[in-house]
């Protein structure tokens, strides 16, 4: 485990337009090497790679959280309509109203939390069934997918760019972006982390929970709370990725019991190293400009996901 | 429970009704309005040059074409929710739409990286004459792929559904990033067309997409019967005799033809598969050709209505009828939604 | 005419249910399965109505087996009602039972004049034809299993399986539908095999009771003869009394579990 995180960091750090050996990166890392080898490294090549690892980690850890307190192995940021409000959020505002882009992950949030809030409302009938809420969240994602394609029909020439941040991608992103997530995906995640005991008692049936003196539907709200701001801040800098959220929950529990207090670590982990050799990928053909990220996530995601939604439906009979 | 469904007589009476009137209207209003004698007098061939132009090359063209792409996407819905035994199932949500969009846009950059032509637009003749198939080839075998993957002849409504839905994300998800790498330049007709627009159609489309419908009516007629039982449990099908895998497939198919040849020509527009055909159940429950006849008529009055809504509400500029659907379809499917069991 | 399970093998995904089952199913008779949960009742009724393949063995209908039977002619000789049947929402009562006909027709022909009486008749039958016209899901859950055994007797096939007609019905309707089937089977010789989980109701209404456990078949014969003490402590784990009744049948008292009896000796002096 921790030999494949070095090699998938080291090799982000040598991979790109132009590429390090393992000795310059020794020698970066020394302070020495070339003025443009060093600015790479340091301002692009480096920040890039604790992105990835941040962007995944908050949505793994938004989708592991939102997958235990509903107790709904398909709910995730991407299928609950959350990615989609804070994208569409993000679009508004920047289309319509000239905003300060530290605004941005804000109003992510707010977008986020308004649609997810709606799915759920909408999906809960005597209780939320998965197949309900993916339908409700596929119903409000389409409907944020319509009102951001109007606005991009009206905002004509800065459609393309937008269309890219569409697709979801971390190029280019550098220390300024990085400082902007950590403020937002940051503290929910160590909050989540701290938060870990009650998490695992909301994994538990909610009579369990309500017996043993928790309030359960604060936590669960407060939980929710925290998956939505991780999501939206992911969201504001990368674009709206998709799959992770709901993927890796699934891979680590194969690895580690939902109830082990180190789950929620190592689901971050897992969600960051993964995200980690997406970008990989996406760097990785020899295209003028790179893969964005969200198709690497869909071709990597959508067939395990056929597997785990097959073998969740054997089991419910 | 003592719902009261609507006779079917009186749907079949007003929704036609509808239409004429829709169509009128749509005749008359747009960028310029025309009055009724106007209209008329060009339908009769007896107008100004100006009235003429306007009613027989932009928009009777285009509100035909509007009605019978809603009666695509809506006999289309109606068929796959019967099919998958869930209300919730539209050509959207199973993936074809995404499919036949995702050819066709694969189509339309690919075109442009060719040799062949530096400059073209959608409505181009020569790309034209590609576009349906491809769309209609996407539909096909994103289809085929939801319906392999979904267990074959053992697919279970569920699992259709639920294949669907991963492969429409993971779709749309390579689509906008094909449109994000190759797209660039022609980002904002590809846009629009992805919302699902009517804009700038003539009657060259209307040609591609009618034999399809005639297609697709066919299709209907004879899957109606077997389509019925459909509905009913896997075991009780099979006990009656019909041959399940084989008609599946068979309605799958049909529904596919009908949405992906819509998606050729307007593009993916979203929620009239889906909402019209819970309408339609509303009004006559129980009965499935009726809803599927009703529902074929208010699909064709619903894409027709928002069209006219979309030229003539923000104009000079245009909104795509797919937003438009969107808006009035996405807070009735929600409410839809709420109420099944 | 003839139903039989040849040394029947069966399965899903890799895990056997049914171990060489070998049993002939009396015609004409009121045939009931009784067994604990998971024993293979429901598996082993949808093997005789050839919805599921048996992976070794076979069964056959009238000397053939189901496999080379197409499925519209089976239609015509086997009906089957599974547990949870599902109406489309809305239905009348009248277009369900029509549902029956369809082996009948072609695909494009709609009802025909015996189609029409045919269902007049599975209604009359079945003492529904007075909600001919209502939405099925607005009758009692009674109404609507014999809507469902209409729809099956409209099939007019002369054999009948129904798994677990009555699990979800009210004690009134449980009765209701037995005495049915019973009707049915007395006046239009209608062969019924069903799964039952009440054994003095399959005492009362079976000519014939078949008992499985784990995917065996333990014991087959008349009702006085199969439902007995031993039977009931080794299958049932229930300690019980048999007695018989004015018309012959047998019928169980519980004393209590054999749990009680082999448990700590205080509980032995509740019951």
Known sequence: ?317 | MNKVGVTPAVCWMLLPLAIVLGLLLSLSFGASSLSIEQVFGALIGNGNEHGERVVWELRLPRAVLATVVGLHFALSGCMLQALSRNPLADPGVLGISAGASLLAVMLVVGASMLPIGTSFNLQGDQLLAWLPWGALAGGILAALGVYLLSGSARLTPLKLIVTGVVCAAVLNAIMTGVLALWGQAHTETLVAWLAGSLHGRDWHHLWVILPWTLVGLIGVVITLRPLGLLRLNDEQVLSLGLDLGRWRLLVLLVATLLAASAVAVAGPIGFVGLVVPHIARGLVPGNLPHQLGISALLGALLVLVADLAGRTLVVPFELPVGVLCALIGVPAFLYLLKQQP | MSLNAERVQLGYDGNTIIHELSVAIPMQQVTALIGPNGCGKSTFLKSLAGLLRPTLGRVTLNGRSLENWPRRELALEVAMLPQKPVAPEGIRVRELVEYGRFPYQSILRGASREDREVVAWAMQQTGVECYAEKPVQALSGGQQQRVWIAMAIAQQAKILLLDEPTTFLDWGHQLEVLELLTKLNLEQKLTVAMSLHDLNQAAQFADHVLVMEQGTLLASGAPENVIETGMLASVFNVDAEVKIRANGKPCCLAKGSMNRLRGPAWIKDVV
């Not at chain 1, 991979?15 to 692009?44: K, V």
């Not at chain 1, 882009?101 to 804000?106: D, I, V």
């Not at chain 1, 997810?116 to 999906?123: H, N, P, Y």
């Not at chain 1, 995640?189 to 539907?217: E, K, P």
């Open chain 1, 1 to 317: 485990m921790a030999a494949i995180s070095i090699i998938a960091v080291v090799l982000s750090l040598m991979m790109g337009a132009q590429a390090f050996t393992p000795i310059d990166l020794w020698r970066l890392s020394q302070g020495e090497g070339e003025l443009l080898q060093w600015i790479l490294f340091w301002e692009l090549r480096l920040p890039r790679t604790l992105l990835a690892l941040l962007v995944g980690a908050s949505l793994a850890t938004a989708g592991g959280l939102m997958q235990g307190v509903t107790r709904n192995p398909l709910a995730a940021p991407d299928l609950t309509g959350v990615v989609a409000g804070a994208a569409c959020m993000v679009v508004i505002l920047s289309t319509l109203a000239s905003v300060d882009a530290a605004w941005y992950p804000l109003a992510g949030v707010a977008g986020g939390a308004f649609v997810g809030v709606l799915t759920f409302v909408i999906a809960w009938k005597n209780g939320l069934m998965p197949v309900r809420v993916v339908l409700a969240g596929v119903a409000m994602s389409s409907m944020c997918v319509a009102v951001m394609t109007g606005l991009l029909v009206f905002s004509g020439a800065e459609a393309g760019e937008l269309f890219f941040w569409l697709a979801g991608g971390i190029s280019g992103r550098g220390w300024a972006q990085l400082a902007q997530v950590i403020i937002w995906t940051g503290p929910p995640l160590l909050l989540a982390m701290l938060l870990v005991r009650w998490f695992r008692v909301l994994l538990l049936d909610d009579a369990v929970g309500r017996s043993l003196g928790i309030s359960v539907s604060r936590w669960r709200l407060m939980f929710m709370l925290l998956a939505v701001v991780m999501t939206a801040g992911a969201v504001t800098v990368a674009g709206p990725v998709g799959f992770i959220g709901l993927v890796v929950p699934h891979i680590t529990r194969q690895l580690l019991s939902e109830q082990s207090v180190a789950w929620l670590p190592l689901n971050a982990v897992l969600g960051g190293l993964l995200l980690l050799w997406a970008d990989l990928m996406a760097r990785l053909p020899a295209t003028a400009q790179e893969v964005p990220l969200g198709v690497v996530t869909a071709l990597l995601g959508g067939p395990w996901l056929l597997l785990l939604m097959h073998k969740n439906i054997r089991r419910a009979g």
